[in-house]
């Protein structure tokens, strides 16, 4: 079963910045059509470990295997073309073009041929036409011709999805796709990242928000000052010990001794 | 910013989640079979919440100002003609090098050097037509060819250098002006009088109305860099550019070449704007186009321009032009110091972008 094969894995992937070590020796994996969730506090190293598997900083030792195959990336299209997208917390969106202009930003489909490299007409009628497929995959309705900024939270991380799909990806990279949002516009995200699963996706979630992550990943990767402190399945942990191994416990008696509620309130895993 | 932090599922403070409430709400899990909806205000609403149209009625009410306060020229069609014939040519050198300007703000910079590029651009295309017996069009290449090499260098300082548009292009406006001034040591440099420069100066008379070629320049080029602007890849990539720039590079956008086509396009139209007013006047200063940077970065700001990047059209340009020509006018005609302009046209600038970053907070 396909379930069990890692679709991507680092060997030893290590990130220092001067003395900082951001990521430190850590053996990632995730299986080919599952949500593998990454939590840690700030500074653990999420961030960093996902730049590093988006092409955009270069690792200082350690291998990335993409489909068995060790690759290297210098750029986010290397990582692209290894059928990698990302979809970034900041969203990357134009605010005063349209929603159609943001999800082929870069890759607007053309009429006829080339005239000339830049002397390209945009092939407005396909642009929103493609645009509103793509959006269907995403199922949170946005109207194609409304400019970005007139659009909710939920709907800019839809236009966002839907852009990243546009280049039929094997792995999905969100980076806090329900931070920003309202109760709803998480929910439906989730419902998003639910159904593109269904659809065969493998996804990389990195979250903060623990009850978002338990109540939609396959596993959980705990990361903690930069190191991989252990793999879960979600639906055989419980929020205290990802709490404890995000707290860099080495096991959850040793974590007792912190004050749960504020964490947890921190968090914003209590509602 | 947000007006949504009660929301507890806000972990981090991040973007507005502004009318979330429009599409957001409801049942998750069924699939959602709310419409979508749609820009689907009247016809009227779209044509009048468009910038261009309110830059138009504030042009008519500036030109109608004219049939107030002077009727006696306004309804005699003798004087009329004349102002109007006037007002089109005056507008022309600022639509020229106002289309160049509207890529570069939509694609988030400036140009301050275009008022000496035009000198240097009508100065040198008297030059080469002079001292160097070429022919018309062959002047006419070698001048476009220097606004290209201004342009590029301009473009290539700001984004491969880092050095701000703000100082490069200043510091280019002062050494195109020393290469006018050096180049001009009469004053001024003349045309020759030959057949082919009537392309760029010439004139016709339609019932009356004297209409310079030059306007024909300004809008057919205005139609032309519109549609471009509008319609093809690389206008999508100037908006994107100036609304985004990171989104736009990790879009795979090459937002440096972007900047340098745009200053290239914008120095390449001040000095044709040169080459166009010279072969009208005759003759050029090495002081003429002093100020028209600001004068162009106003009709452009006026006409709906986003200062800032990412918005902004050609029309809306052209129509903010005819603001900033139809003041002297005005001016003249009610008998005040034509040096009022300068200062109204600073107070315009100034009320324009104050107004403009009114209306979109």
């Not at chain 1, 990242?193 to 990389?204: F, M, S, V």
């Not at chain 2, 998750?28 to 205000?41: G, I, L, N, Q």
């Not at chain 2, 290239?264 to 940077?293: D, P, Q």
Request: glycine share 10%; charged share 20%.
């Amino acid at each position: 079963m396909s379930q069990q094969d890692p679709i991507l894995y680092t060997d030893g992937l290590t990130k220092r910045f001067g003395n900082i070590h951001a990521v430190e020796d850590v053996d990632f994996e995730v299986r080919e059509g599952e949500v593998m969730a990454l939590v840690g506090d700030n500074g653990a190293g999420k961030s960093t470990l996902i730049k590093m598997l988006c092409g955009v900083h270069e690792p200082t030792s350690g291998t990335i295997f993409v489909g068995g195959e060790e690759v290297s990336f210098d750029d986010y299209n290397d990582a692209r073309a290894q059928g990698i997208e990302t979809v970034y917390q900041e969203l990357a969106l134009a605010p005063n073009q349209t929603v159609a202009a943001n999800v082929f930003l870069g890759h607007e489909p053309t009429r006829m041929g080339r005239l000339g490299r830049w002397l390209t007409l945009v092939d407005e009628e396909r642009m929103v036409a493609e645009a509103e497929t793509n959006l269907d995959r995403v199922k949170i309705p946005v109207d194609p011709e409304a400019k970005v900024k007139n659009t909710s939270g939920g709907q800019q991380q839809a236009v966002a999805i839907a852009r990243a799909l546009q280049s039929n990806p094997d792995i999905l990279i969100m980076d806090e796709p329900t931070s920003a949002l309202s109760i709803e516009g998480a929910r439906n995200v989730l419902r998003v990242i639910d159904d593109l699963r269904e659809q065969g996706l493998t996804i990389i979630l990195i979250s903060h928000n623990i009850r978002h992550v338990l109540g939609i990943a396959d596993r959980v990767s705990v990361l903690a000052q930069g190191r991989l402190m252990g793999v879960r399945e979600a639906d055989a942990v419980t929020r205290n010990e990802v709490i404890a191994l995000m707290m860099g416990a080495e096991d959850e008696s040793e974590f007792e001794e912190f004050d749960l509620s504020r964490t947890v309130d921190e968090e914003g895993t209590t509602a | 910013m947000s007006d949504q932090h009660d929301d507890p599922a806000n972990g981090s403070a991040g973007e507005p989640d502004q009318p979330a409430a429009r599409t957001d709400g409801g049942a998750a899990e069924s699939t959602d079979t709310r419409a979508v909806s749609r820009s689907s205000d009247s016809l009227f609403e779209r044509v009048f919440s468009r910038r261009e149209v309110g830059v138009f009625f504030g042009f008519l009410v500036l030109f109608g100002l004219i049939a107030v306060t002077r009727p006696d020229v306004f309804f005699n069609w003798a004087s009329m003609s004349g102002i109007t014939s006037r007002l089109l040519r005056s507008i022309a050198p600022y639509v020229i090098i106002g289309i160049g300007m509207t890529y570069l703000i939509i694609g988030g910079e400036f140009d301050l050097s275009v008022g000496s590029m035009y000198a240097v651009g009508g100065i040198a295309f008297a030059m080469f037509l002079n001292d160097y017996n070429l022919t018309v069009l062959a002047a006419l290449a070698a001048v476009l060819v220097i606004g290209g090499v201004v342009g590029l260098t301009n473009g290539v300082i700001v984004t491969k250098a880092g050095v701000p548009s703000l100082i490069t292009t200043i510091g280019m406006m002062s050494v195109l002006r020393g290469v006018a001034y050096y180049f001009t040591p009469a004053g001024s440099r003349q045309t020759p009088d030959l057949p082919l420069i009537d392309i760029f100066g010439g004139r016709v008379v339609v019932a009356g109305l004297e209409i310079q070629n030059q306007i024909f320049w300004a809008i057919g080029l205005t139609i032309v860099f519109g549609f471009l602007l509008q319609k093809t890849r690389f206008g999508y990539h100037v908006y994107a550019t100036g609304d985004d720039q990171e989104a736009a590079d990790m879009a795979g956008i090459d937002t440096d070449r972007v900047k340098i086509v745009n200053f290239v396009l914008t120095a390449v139209l001040a000095a044709f704007a040169g080459v166009v007013a010279i072969s009208y006047f005759g003759s050029m200063f090495g002081s003429a186009g002093i100020g028209f940077e600001l004068l162009v970065i106003a009709a452009v700001v006026i006409g709906g321009t986003n200062l800032f990047g990412g918005e902004g059209t050609l029309l809306g340009m052209f129509l903010g032009s005819l603001v900033i020509g139809v003041i002297p006018v005005l001016l003249v005609l009610n008998g005040m110091p034509v040096e009022l302009q300068e200062f109204l046209t600073g107070v315009v600038i100034i009320v324009a972008v104050l107004l403009d970053i009114l209306i979109r907070r």
